[in-house]
């Protein structure tokens, strides 16, 4: 439905009250002459010079067998909800206008009566005056806002049924790719090519989902939010909710010392699946000798199955640190997940499986030399069992606390843990959308490291992020 469409329909109620004036038997004994305007299944909505416009159940209609009902517009419920909020909104504006016409016929008595005033009695008529003025003003306003709510209401109403016609054009294409598939019996007849049918209705479907990512977006338009048109407007990461982070710090003095993370992230979740990557470098350095220089990339994707809280879950994390036994470590985790908890405010969701963890790169000391003497790190494969919960609290539109741990037992290597604890906040500022202040603690306690102050890493820092 376009805006030709809406006004047709709108026109068409209209016309309707004019062209089915009948007569109404209720079933209490009335009788009214009346203007149909619509009906439903189970309704029928009349005017009345006195009652105004009223609906009854049929039920409740002793003539009805007798009333032409075959031409009356007939509306669905989503109709006839569009219809009432069209109403409605369009009540408003008569409202509106009502009051304003109200304030200026009182604004213009009080500028006479300013004219008119006696000396000693300006002062409170011009009073008068500037409280009419600013009514009016106040008026004038809400005109302005009804009217605003009476156009947003119509072109959601359009949006919305736009949405709905490339939905089921997106329904009806993968059904015609279904039915390609059952007909490969015919192919093998030599009686069409399946190939190419193939392709033509894959392609029906990519036109279709196009048609229903633009329906989606005027949606959003007409309700007056921003589309999400991907990083920097060229359509990556498209529906994603995502961001980059910034932060450093450093000084110069007696000592120098620098400090710098960034960050990216992006996550997306629907009905069937979510998926949420992050990753990160950071690197400190202290009088031109660097401390820290690390990064990390992580991929979690989790399965959602329909009617219950399980779901499957897959990650795959990478890890680059300087200053750790290895320089490369690779973890790849499988198993189920449960989810305890998901509402406007709060999700927690647990996790448990199996991880099979590659460390490779880096240095070891060989035993019983003095000096110590260092050689090339053998890579290792190890496997671990996993469990651990995450937590996100939306605080307020603006703010969002989450919070992570896992703990790691190695099977492979003396039951020694990790435990992996990530905590985040953030808050929107309100002076530049998708700006947002960032606060975030890191720590991994890893038993499994030979040098004894790398078993335990905490990091910590602000930074400002930009999503989008």
């Not at 409740?60 to 419920?77: A, M, P």
Request: net charge negative; proline share 1%; glycine share 6%.
């Amino acid at each position: 439905m376009n805006n030709k469409q809406l006004t047709f329909f709108c026109s068409a109620l209209l016309v309707s009250t004019a062209s089915f004036a009948q007569p109404i038997q209720l079933t209490n004994g009335n009788t009214l002459e009346v203007e149909l305007v619509y009906q439903t299944d189970k309704t029928l909505t009349f005017f009345d010079s006195i009652l105004g416009e009223q609906t009854v159940d049929k039920a409740n209609i002793s003539n009805l067998q007798t009333i032409n009902l075959e031409s009356l517009k007939k509306l669905t419920e989503a109709e006839l909800n569009d219809h009432k909020k069209v109403k409605l909104a369009e009540e408003k504006v008569i409202y509106a206008k009502d009051k304003a016409s109200v304030a200026e016929s009182e604004l213009l008595a009080a500028k006479e009566s300013v004219d008119k005033a006696a000396a000693t009695n300006r002062a409170d008529a011009e009073e008068k005056l500037i409280l009419a003025g600013k009514n009016f003003t106040t008026a004038t306003e809400e005109i302005k806002a009804a009217e605003n709510e009476l156009k947003v209401t119509k072109d959601v109403i359009v949006a919305e049924a736009q949405l709905l016609d490339a939905q089921s054009k997106v329904e009806l294409a993968k059904a015609e790719v279904a039915q390609v598939g059952e007909k490969s019996m015919a192919e093998e007849l030599g009686l069409f090519d399946a190939d190419a049918t193939v392709e033509v209705a894959e392609e029906n479907v990519n036109i279709a989902e196009q048609q229903v990512v633009v329906a989606e977006d005027n949606l959003k338009l007409a309700n007056g939010e921003k589309p999400n048109i991907g990083f920097m407007g060229t359509g990556w990461f498209r529906g994603w909710d995502s961001s980059f982070d910034l932060g450093m710090n450093g000084s110069s003095g007696p000592s120098e010392n620098f400090n710098f993370r960034a960050g990216f992230a992006a996550g997306y979740e629907d009905d069937k699946d979510k998926w949420d990557f992050k990753s990160y470098y950071l690197t400190n350095s202290q009088d031109s000798e660097s401390t820290t220089n690390k990064a990390n990339a992580s991929l979690l994707k989790d399965w959602f199955f329909k009617d219950t809280n399980w779901f499957a879950s897959a990650a795959v994390i990478y890890d680059w640190d300087e200053n750790k036994d290895w320089r490369h470590r690779v973890q790849l985790s499988v198993g189920p997940g449960y989810q305890f908890i998901k509402n406007d405010d709060w999700t927690l969701s647990g996790r448990m499986g199996g991880t099979g963890v590659f460390e490779f790169g880096g240095n070891e000391e060989v035993a019983g030399t003095d000096p110590v003497i260092y050689t090339d790190r053998d890579s290792t494969q190890n496997f671990e069992v996993m469990a651990g919960a995450d937590l996100l609290w939306n605080i307020s539109d603006g703010q969002v606390f989450t919070l992570s741990n896992y703990i790691y037992s190695r099977v492979t290597d003396d039951g020694k843990i990790r435990n992996v604890t990530n905590i985040a906040w953030q808050h929107d500022l309100d002076f530049f959308k998708g700006l947002a202040i960032k606060f975030n603690i890191h720590n991994e306690y890893d038993m499994t490291q030979v040098i004894e102050k790398n078993k335990n890493d905490l990091q910590y820092g602000v930074a400002l992020g930009l999503g989008f």
